[in-house]
């Protein structure tokens, strides 16, 4: 999933099986283009997570989300990523 | 050439996008722009050792066709919402068919929207990723 994921720290403070880990959902909403030039900042948190108890175990359900703002504060585009992986 | 939002209606199909033969190289080439180094994608003999036939593509690559035939239909800048899930797996050597269908028509903060269910499928039919996506169209 690579840059999808966002924020790599909070990505690996996650803890999460790597070896099983699968990228389940994206999704993109933007408020207007992004526009050759600009400046965002991007910044990213864990938006939900929840588990469920599937046939190989226990299956952890994560989301990240990213919220990029321009120069003025206003959200150009929100990205969520969910990502599911089996616990060792 | 956009689609025009007086000229659709519910039920109506976007214009379809064909991508493919596919080939393992262009895994490789959206692996090194996406900066997602994960060598199932790019290493048969570690997909193997994973417990699959071969490489398969990104899912985020197949959500790129998606977007190819979004913005094609729409125009760029008019994608407004995207979302897919990667319900199944793309092989290398697949053509793959992006196809969309509008399911519902209205108007928003002064602009106009329609809803679309999207997804990809193989020459046989069967469904990779699928998602929806809301387009603004003058």
């Not at chain 1, 939900?48 to 150009?76: C, H, P």
Request: aromatic share 8%; charged share 25%.
């Amino acid at each position: 999933m690579g840059a999808a994921a966002g924020d790599p720290d909070l990505f690996l403070a996650l803890d999460l099986n790597y070896a099983s880990l699968l990228h389940a959902e994206q999704e993109f909403e933007w408020s207007r283009p992004l526009v050759a030039g600009e400046k965002v900042t991007i910044t990213g948190r864990v938006g939900d997570m929840w588990e469920k108890q599937g046939k190989s175990g226990t299956l952890d359900f994560v989301v990240l989300e990213q919220i990029a703002r321009d120069a003025n504060g206003e959200t150009v585009y929100v990205a969520r990523t969910t990502l599911i992986s089996r616990r060792i | 050439m956009a689609l025009g939002f007086d000229q659709l209606n519910v039920g109506d199909s976007l214009q379809p996008l064909v991508k493919g033969p596919l080939e393992k190289s262009q895994f490789v080439a959206y692996g090194q722009a996406a900066m997602d180094a994960n060598p199932i994608h790019t290493d048969d003999e570690f997909a193997r050792q994973s417990g699959y036939e071969s490489v398969f593509a990104q899912g985020m690559l197949s959500m790129g066709f998606l977007g190819q035939m979004l913005v094609a239909n729409a125009g760029a800048g008019n994608v407004r919402r995207f979302k897919v899930r990667f319900t199944k797996i793309t092989w290398p050597g697949e053509t793959i068919t992006c196809r969309g269908v509008v399911t519902r028509k209205y108007e928003e903060n002064g602009q106009k929207l329609v809803d679309c269910d999207v997804h990809t499928e193989t020459e046989s039919g069967e469904r990779r990723i699928e998602g929806s996506a809301t387009l603004i169209l003058e």
